[in-house]
């Protein structure tokens, strides 16, 4: 167990507690939580270490002034998004459900004979696959096909778009994507974390996004014919 000393208290961290360097997850429903921005400030406040709910609750508070500032919200609407300590062991709960946060140790103050439950991350970056199996079957990815087709009607005036080999298309694009920079990162997890561990969920996808796109450029001629069969030419 590790011992970290602080003024009036000792963080006791427990020997078992090693975060994952990254956490690829492929699950829709935890890529959500990772995304639901009630769970987000938690996530970001805990990239400092293990804390007590108290410290979370504090850090979460002062990181959603921040943002709310930042967006032009009035004081009133801030303080109706900051939450109390019983919300965030809530919260808490949900991620630890989720295998988002472990419980990483105690805290012990001086001169009390009751200890407080440290919480971490349980990976130093989080690696959501963009789009799962599971997602492609929801209504969301129907409308999602739908609107790509119609958009390449656009471009392609004189083509009768296939809705079924553009879905097909679209899901192995993503399957062969994710796969490579699965592999990528999984090889080069310190090196990875390094570069995008300061990044919020959204930029992270974003980047993970284009990234995915710039790998299946490799393999162009191979899905060109596969769109061209899409789109009956």
């Not at 019983?86 to 946060?101: G, H, P, S």
């Not at 140790?105 to 001169?111: L, P, T």
């Not at 997602?135 to 005036?157: G, I, N, R």
């Amino acid at each position: 167990m590790k011992i970290l000393a602080w003024m009036s208290f000792t963080n006791a961290i427990d020997e078992n507690y090693k975060p994952e360097a990254i956490r690829i997850i492929r699950a829709e429903a935890v890529h959500k939580i990772l995304e639901d921005p009630n769970f987000e400030p938690i996530i970001v406040s805990l990239r400092e270490g293990p804390m007590t709910i108290e410290e979370i609750t504090r850090r979460y508070n002062a990181y959603v002034e921040v943002i709310g500032s930042s967006n032009d919200l009035t004081d009133s609407e801030i303080r109706k998004r900051q939450k109390s300590e019983m919300t965030i062991y809530r919260y808490i709960k949900d991620l630890e459900n989720a295998n988002i946060v472990v419980q990483a140790g105690r805290q012990i103050e001086s001169g009390k004979t009751t200890t407080k439950a440290l919480y971490g991350r349980s990976a130093t970056l989080f690696y959501p696959l963009l789009k799962t199996s599971e997602w492609w079957e929801s209504t969301e990815a129907e409308e999602f096909v739908d609107v790509q087709v119609e958009l390449l009607k656009l471009y392609l005036p004189e083509s009768k778009v296939s809705k079924t080999k553009l879905k097909q298309l679209l899901i192995q694009l993503d399957a062969d994507g994710d796969a490579v920079g699965a592999k990528i990162f999984e090889e080069n997890k310190e090196k990875v974390s390094k570069i995008i561990k300061d990044l919020t969920f959204k930029e992270i996808d974003k980047h993970l996004q284009r990234f995915s796109y710039l790998i299946t450029l490799f393999e162009s001629e191979r899905y060109l014919k596969d769109l061209k069969d899409c789109c009956g030419e």
